[in-house]
Each structure stands twice: as structure tokens, then as C-alpha cells.
């Protein structure tokens, strides 16, 4: 199958996988950690003379948040996957903390879990600075990070959790004006999340394109725009890129472009949808 993929296929197929993998982790980190150890468990004490994390951990994360607060809501955002793997499978918190979720996965414990998450860094580092991969390395990409995900969706079933709001969800939004919003959290109410990009002028182009959960076949949902442009809205159904050029017409101080997931279960997480990204613009007036 992945070897009629070109490498730009492959390389994005396989880099939304371990992302959703990824997202998957932060998840079980930040749920445990915090029940354990409270919402300040980055700085928190282990005792009176050592830190519960260890300085790079906590310097990396305060200088995330420090220097992106816009993009990165939750210390756990701003993990990388090594950082992941120094939580997931530090001995002193494995038993205790995440035996029981990745089981299902890892059932010979921490070193297995250890090994298998540990061969997807230089995968990760070949696609984060655009090297070529090989069809062996995608493979185990995507079967490593299908087996994760897979068992902590059977953790969060078994729980009675991931069960009820199993959907295929919006993980990260990018635009052509080089703004990039991961780790979406949606609002209980809508399902929706909003951001504000820069001011547009009449006769500029933008686009946008979504990444969705990969734990879900493309033939498990439908995407649809809006835009207040009913053309555009149906040319890109179903399609993760959407682009426009504004003219008079699109002029307005507030300008929502939305994108929206619906799975096609008989039921949905927000009553008609399942997930929901806004961007709200402005267009400016053409200069005389």
C-alpha cells in the first residue's frame, strides 16, 4: 500500500501519526501527573533538596510558555517526544502512574514501551527537518504509532471514557500566514475553538489547511467550509486544504472562515458536528 505513495504523501501521512500519537501522550501525561501531583507539577518539589522533574524538562517548558503563551495553553503542549518518553517511562512513575494505560500496548512493561516509542525519535527528527525517509521507516511510524494510540483508546474505553466521545477531532490548523494552532481544545459548549489571525486586504490570498485525528479513516467523516462564499464552500468539501482570494464582496471587519468534522455516526459530540475550528479576519477595503 505505501509504496504508491510519494514521498511528500508518505512524509505527511506518517508525521499526522506520530503527532496524533503525540497529542494521544500529552493526554495520559497531563491527567496523570496532575491527579498525582497537582496542576504544578512541572515546578513541583519531590522533596525538600530535588525537583519532581528534572532542569531541562522544567527549562524547556518555561521557555516555551514564556516565549509562545498564545500557542502553548498547558505546560504538557510543549513536550517533544523524548520529553514524553522521560515521563512515560521514568521507573518512578510507571507503575504508579502508567502501567495500567499502556498495558494494553507494552504488556512486558516499561523497556518494551521504552524501546518501541525510543525508534520513532529519528523518524520524528527525519520529518521535522524535511530528510528523506524510507518506506521501512514509515511502516514502523505508522505501526508504532497506531499501536499506541490503539491501546490507550482501549484504556479509555475500558474506563468508560473514550467510548462515549469517540470522534475524530481537528489536532492542528495552519495558515498561509505562517501561523500554526496545535493542541486545540475545544470549548464544551460548541466544539468550536477560535483564533485571530492578522488583517487581510481586499486582494490578498489565504488558505488553510487542517490536520485531523489519524486514528480515523478519511471514509469515517466529511469536512465542510464555510466562508459566506457557497462556491468555495462546496469546491473544497471533504478537502483538508481550503483557499481564498478576498475581493469587495469579502470586505468586513469581522470575516469567519470555519471548518467542520462530522463523523458519519448516527449520533454527534456537538449535536451536528464533531469538531470545529473558526478563523475569524478582517478585510480591509481596497486603497484608492
Known sequence: MYHEYTQEKLRSYCKSNIETMEIWARRLIHEKMTNQYGENYIDANLNANEKLIKKEIRDHVN?????????FSRPVDTLFLDHI?????????YEI??????????PQGCEEAREFLSRL??????????????LYQAERAICYSHDFIEGLK????????????????????????????ENLIEKRTAGVTQRIPQEMNCGDSYSIDIEIDSAFAQNEYEIF?????????????????????????DVTVSKLISCCVVSKKE???FGKHDSKVSLLLSVLPPIN
Open 63 to 71: 521557555n516555551m510558555m514564556r516565549n509562545e503563551p498564545e500557542r
Open 85 to 93: 518518553i522521560y515521563f512515560l517511562c521514568n521507573k518512578k512513575w
Open 97 to 106: 502512574l502508567f502501567k495500567e494505560a499502556l498495558d494494553y500496548a507494552y
Open 121 to 134: 525519535i529519528p523518524i520524528r527528527n527525519s520529518l521535522s527537518h524535511s530528510n528523506h525517509i524510507s
Open 154 to 181: 482501549q484504556y479509555y474505553k475500558n474506563k468508560g471514557e473514550e467510548k462515549m466521545w469517540n470522534v475524530p477531532r481537528i489536532i492542528r490548523v495552519s495558515d498561509s500566514l505562517g501561523n500554526v494552532y
Open 225 to 249: 467550509w464555510t466562508s459566506s462564499r457557497r462556491d468555495l464552500d462546496e469546491k473544497y468539501r471533504n478537502s483538508k486544504h481550503f483557499s481564498i482570494t478576498f475581493n469587495s464582496g
Open 267 to 269: 449520533w454527534h459530540k
